[in-house]
């Protein structure tokens, strides 16, 4: 797992993203449809990282450290725009997890926090389908409301957990998060 550093990587995970949403589009299933996702990973100036097997970009997410998310209690990690390369195994998704929750604990946050898309009923396939895969690698359902970018979302929590045996199986290179802006301390 690593920042995405460079103009080649950051187009690169743009594509994996347009690549996703197509396949997305083309089995019925929503997409965010007020965001440019592809190009938020385009710009410089996001934070993203990418997880990489052999050089080749598996997923990309925007990670950060963000004490007021709007939901749940206290600072935490949060994914946003996690996408993973279609036709990847479920080892991607419990990857991200593991690392997520190894992260979170290194940088002394309590939890990860991540939205998923959420149109339909939480109990209605394909995302009841998507929700039982993830509650079974650790993630906590907390409900629906409003996403970042004004679609309805599925919440999900991750305990922190260190995980000191996890450097065997993917190393980390990524930028640390630095904490969101706190517009309440500038009185």
Do not use: K, N
Request: charged share 25%; glycine share 8%; with cysteine.
């Amino acid at each position: 797992m690593r920042t995405l550093g460079t103009a080649a990587e950051r187009e690169e995970a743009a594509a994996l993203v347009q690549d996703r949403e197509r396949w997305l589009t083309l089995r019925g299933l929503p997409i965010p449809a007020r965001a440019d996702i592809p190009a938020r990973f385009r710009e410089a100036q996001t934070a993203s990282a990418g997880l990489f097997e052999d050089g080749r970009l598996l997923a990309c997410m925007i990670p950060e450290h963000d004490p007021a998310l709007g939901w749940g209690q206290g600072p935490c990690l949060v994914l946003r725009s996690v996408y993973t390369l279609p036709g990847q195994s479920d080892d991607v998704t419990r990857l991200i997890t593991l690392w997520a929750s190894d992260l979170a604990a290194r940088l002394g946050l309590p939890v990860v926090r991540a939205e998923i898309l959420a149109r339909q009923a939480l109990h209605t396939d394909p995302l009841a389908h998507l929700l039982r895969r993830l509650t079974d690698t650790g993630w906590d359902v907390c409900g629906t409301g409003p996403g970042r970018d004004g679609d309805r979302v599925a919440r999900l929590e991750l305990p922190a957990e260190h995980r000191p045996g996890l450097r065997a199986l993917i190393s980390c290179h990524v930028h640390v998060p630095q904490p969101a802006p706190d517009d309440r301390s500038s009185t």
